[in-house]
C-alpha cells in the first residue's frame, strides 16, 4: 500500500533517529559536548566570569530556595476545569470601559488591556467589545447568511454550508476607527488601555467571500458595492467598494481556534483585513449587492470625519500604519536608572510592517528597534529595543514605516492635515514623558502631547 | 522635532490617502469599476451563469430572510464579562478525558478537542492538560527561578526579573508522547480527540533560556546538561542536553497573549521547542547545570521506549513530524456523496512541514494538499484537499513530509522497527475508514489499522 519513496525514507530516518539517540545513550555527555550548537554558544564574545545578559538587577543566591505551600500538597485535578480560566491573581487583567465615555452598556465599548498583552495574539476572553445594540446570543442552528441583489442565484447558507467551503485561516489585527479618539482633543489619559485599547489581534477561520460571491453568480458588469447587515438588533450595516469585497474578506466562523465569541458576532462575522472594525459585520445575515453604496446612519452621522474645510469625509476604510509603545507607559513605574527593553506594537492595514524607529528623546534622534513575533501581513507586530536610562527626563515615542513606505506621523503633522474637528484615525504618534528619577515623582510616567 | 524624511512622506501621502477617499465619495462607483481587483475578479474562467465554488449544497432563496428574536430586543452590555466565555451553545468543545485512563484526576491528562479546532492557533481554555501531582495555584509574587549548578554565580529571579530580560514571541505546538498510544496496542477509538488530542499549539512569550544561562556565567567547558525542576508537589524534573537548552528553548511567562494558565504551568515554564512535552517543565523553579543526565522516574520508570530487544531507550527528544486529518473523521458523519474539502493537522520537531500528502483509498494513490495557514517552525500546519466523494467505502489517510525530508511513515513500518512494547511516539499514519453511502451505516466514520 505505499511507495518505495516512503519505505526508503522511513527505513533510513528510523535509523538515523534511533541511533542518534543510542548514541546520547550510551555515551551522552561526548556526544553533545561535539554538539553543533555548543560550539556557538562558546563564541569569542562569551566570557563566563562576565554577566553578558543586559539585565544585572538579579541576586546571587545566599540561601537555599524556598519550599512554597504549593510543593507540600497537591493542586487541583483535571476534571476541575473542562474550559479552563486564567489564575486568579491575573484578574486586574480585564477588558475595560469609561463610564463617562458612552450613555449606556448597550451601545458601548471595552477595550483590551494591551499594556498586560505579550506577543501578538489578543486571547478571546480579552477581545475588545463595541456594540451598537448589545451582543446577541444567536442560536446558529438557525442562522442563516443570504445573498442577493446583482447576482444570478439568490442564495441561503446554514452556518453548517459555509463550512464546507474552502477554508481560510489568516492572523489579522482589528481596530476601531475611534482608537486614539480622545488625543484628538488633548484628553490625556495615562493608560494605553485607554489610548489604544479598541484593537485586538486573533486568528480568524472562514470562507474566502469572493467564493460566496462567485458562487450566487454576482453580475460584475453592473456590481459595485455589497451591503452586509448583522442580524442583531442593531441591524449594523455599511457599504463595502466591490474591489475589497473581492480581495481578502472572508465570512469568518472561528477565532484563536474556536467558535467566534457573541461578543465577536457569532456565530458568523465579516472580516475586511486592514480595514476599520465596524466594517466587519458581525451577526452577519445579509450581503446584498448592489451599484450604489448605502446611506447608512453608520457611514453618515457616525464613522465620518469632519474636515477642516466643514465637509465630512465618508470611506476611510483602511487603518494606516501605526504603533504605540506598552512598555514603559504610563500603566508602570520605572524601577531606577538602568537597562530597559522597550516593548510595544505596531500594525498597517495596508500590509506588513517595515521598521519601527523609537526615540528616547521626543523625536530628536532615532533608533532602529528589532521585532521579537513573526511578521505578518495587516497583523500586530510586536518590536523591542534596549535602552540604558540614567534616570534624566526623557520622552519615548515609536514610529512605524510600512512596506509601502508610509510613515507614522507626529501629532502636529496630523492636526495640520486634519483639523481638530475629527475623531477617527488618530494614527499619529503618542509620548511617553517618563521623569527624572530623583524629583518627586521618581519613576512616574506620563502621557504628553509633543 | 521631526526629521524631513517624515514631513516630506507624511504630506504625500495623506494627500494620496485623502484624494483616494475624495474619489471614492464623489464618483465612487467609477473609481472602484476601474478598480485592479475588479479585473482579477472578471478573470476568463468566470461564468456569472454557472455556480463556481465547489460546494453547490446551498439552497437558492425561496422565500424572505426570517428575523431571529434577537433582532427584536436588545443583547448583553459590555460590562457583563470583563473576560468573556464562549456561546453557551458551543459548551460540548471542551477538554476530555477518557476514565479508564488513569487512576486518579492529579496524575492525568485531558485532550484538546481538535475535531473542533480551525486554524493552528489552540485557544488557552482549551490546551490540553497532563498533570503529575494536580495543576498548582501558585503566587507569582513568591515564586523564584534559580539557576545553579556549573555556573560562576548561581542566580534567583522574580517573575518581574525575567520580564526585564530580551523577550521572544514563538508560535509552536506541545505535544505528550504519548499522543496516540493507544493505537499502539490496536485500541481504535472513534474521535481524533482520543486518538491526537494529548497537543496544542499556542504563542509563547518568554526569555532565552540562553541568555539566562549565560547571566549566570555557565563554565561551558565542564557543562553537558541542565536539570530544570518544577515547584509543584510532583517536582517534575528531566535531564536536557545542553545543544538543546542553548538552541531555542526559552522560559515563558505568557501563551496566547496573557499569562500563563496554570494548567501549563503559571507563572512560569520551559518551552523546549519541537521536543516532547514532558521535557517543558511547568512551574519551573530550577535549573541545575550539570556534566551527567539526571536519573529521574520521568525517564526511567516512564517516557523511555521499551523495544523489541528487551533494552529500555531514553532521550528521545523530538518528536517526529505528524499529521492527522481532522474532517471528516470518526467524530463526523459524511452527509451525503458530493464535494468535501478535507482537512488536517501536519506538525513536525524538526522544524517546518513542506508538505502534506492525502490518500482516500487506503494509499495507492496520494494527492498533495495545500496550506490554509501560515507555515512556522515547528507549529501547526493547517491542511486542506478538495475531495469528490462518489458514496463508495473510502479510507482517508494524510502522509506529511517535514523540511528535513522525513516522510511519515504507515503503521505496519513503525511496527516493524518499534515492535509491539512501546507506548511513546507513535507517529505512523492512521486511517478512517468511510463506509459506502449505500450501506446501513451510510455517512458512518471508523478508525482502523491500515
Redesign the interface.
Known sequence: ???N???E??AV??EE??SQ??R??LK??AA??G????T???SAD?D??????????????TEP????P?????????????????????KD?????LEWLTP???A???MTPIQ????????????F?R?H????????????L?I?GL????????VD?LK????????HFIECPANGAMEWKGVQLNSVQWTHGMMSC????GVRL???L??A????DKA??IIPEG???S?MSRSI????A??DCFVA??Q????L???QG??IRLVVPGCEANMWVK?L??IKVT???LQHREETSKYTELMPDGTA??????M?PNSVITYPSPDYRMQGPG???V?GLAWSGRGKVAHVDVSFD???N?HEAHF???V?DKAWT?F?I?WDWDGSEAFLMS?VTDET???Q??MP??RA?EGTNNVYHRTAMVTWRVHAWDSKNGGLIENVQ?
Chains 1, 2 share one sequence.
Not at 563566563?48 to 543566591?61: N, R, T
Not at 530556595?65 to 512554597?68: C, F, I, K
Not at 504549593?70 to 491575573?90: A, D, H, I, N, T
Not at 467598494?241 to 475589497?244: D, N, T
Open positions: 500500500m505505499t511507495d519513496r516512503v519505505e525514507k522511513v530516518q528510523s533517529s534511533r539517540s543510542r546520547a545513550f551522552g555527555s553533545v559536548a554538539g553543533v550548537l555548543f556557538k554558544a562558546a562569551y563566563p566570569k562576565k554577566a553578558v545578559a543586559p539585565y544585572a538587577g538579579e541576586k546571587e543566591i530556595l524556598q519550599d512554597g504549593w510543593r507540600k500538597r497537591l493542586g487541583f485535578g483535571v476534571r476541575r476545569y473542562p474550559y479552563g480560566v486564567p489564575s486568579p491573581y491575573e487583567v480585564q477588558r475595560r470601559t449606556d452598556s448597550m458601548s465599548i471595552t498586560s498583552l505579550h506577543g501578538i495574539i489578543t486571547p478571546n476572553g480579552l477581545h467589545e456594540f445594540g448589545g451582543a446577541a446570543d444567536i442560536d446558529p442552528k438557525t442562522h442563516r443570504v442577493h447576482v444570478e442565484r439568490p442564495l441561503i447558507f446554514t454550508d464546507r467551503f474552502p477554508s481560510i485561516s489568516r492572523i486573533v486568528e480568524y477561520t469572493s467564493d460566496l462567485k458562487e453568480g454576482i453580475k460584475l459595485r458595492w442580524a442583531d438588533a441591524g467598494p466591490l474591489e475589497i473581492m480581495d466562523y472561528a484563536n481556534g474556536e467558535a465569541r457573541r461578543e457569532y456565530p451577526y445575515r445579509r451599484d450604489v453604496p469625509q465618508r470611506f476611510s476604510w483602511y494606516e537597562k530597559y527593553y516593548r521626543g523625536g530628536k532615532w521579537t513575533s513573526p505578518l510586536r523591542e534596549e514610529r513606505g508610509y510613515v506621523p507626529p503633522q496630523m492635515v509633543y
